[in-house]
């Protein structure tokens, strides 16, 4: 059995539903990113959050379906994608204190608050403007359309002639 089908059937089934595997690749990166980079810890994540943002949000808004607002859409990734992120990190970190510190459900508590103040802005900050910019783009493109000397309607009356 080859792994190449897999991989292609799970890219089409992530297409069709954008917005949530939008959401969890922020996370997955982002997480990733989180336990990889060994200077994370100094700055709670910020730049591993921005990372994953940034890839998850063009992945949603590139693979978005036509009745979809790109700035919506841009705005649900950012936030729940954050949330997600900053869950998964406060695990980590509380499962990784729970062995120097002893077991506190307050300790993770406050990890998860000081993440998600961290994570709910960048996410909100990224899904705003990269579905802004994405908005622009489409509307740049629908316009030059629109402006465009011939209209489909014009040069089908052309053909039946």
């Not at 297409?15 to 939008?22: A, I, P, Q």
């Not at 740049?140 to 053909?159: A, F, G, I, P, Q």
Request: proline share 2%.
């Amino acid at each position: 059995m080859s792994i190449i089908p897999f991989i292609a059937n799970l890219y089409d089934k992530a297409k069709e539903n954008n917005v949530l595997s939008g959401i969890i690749i922020f996370d997955i990166i982002a997480f990733l990113s989180y336990v990889v980079n060994p200077f994370s810890f100094f700055y709670a994540g910020d730049i591993d959050l921005i990372f994953g943002g940034i890839v998850a949000l063009l992945f949603a808004l590139k693979n978005r379906k036509e009745h979809q607002s790109t700035l919506k859409t841009g705005l649900y990734v950012g936030f729940f994608g954050a949330i997600l992120s900053a869950v998964s990190i406060a695990v980590f970190e509380w499962v990784f204190f729970i062995v120097v510190i002893g077991f506190s459900f307050v300790y993770f508590l406050s990890l998860l608050v000081t993440f998600l103040l961290i994570a709910i802005p960048i996410g909100l900050v990224l899904g705003l403007v990269i579905g802004y910019i994405y908005y622009r783009k489409n509307l740049k493109s629908s316009k030059s359309k629109s402006n465009s000397k011939y209209t489909d309607e014009y040069l089908e009356n052309m053909l039946k002639k």
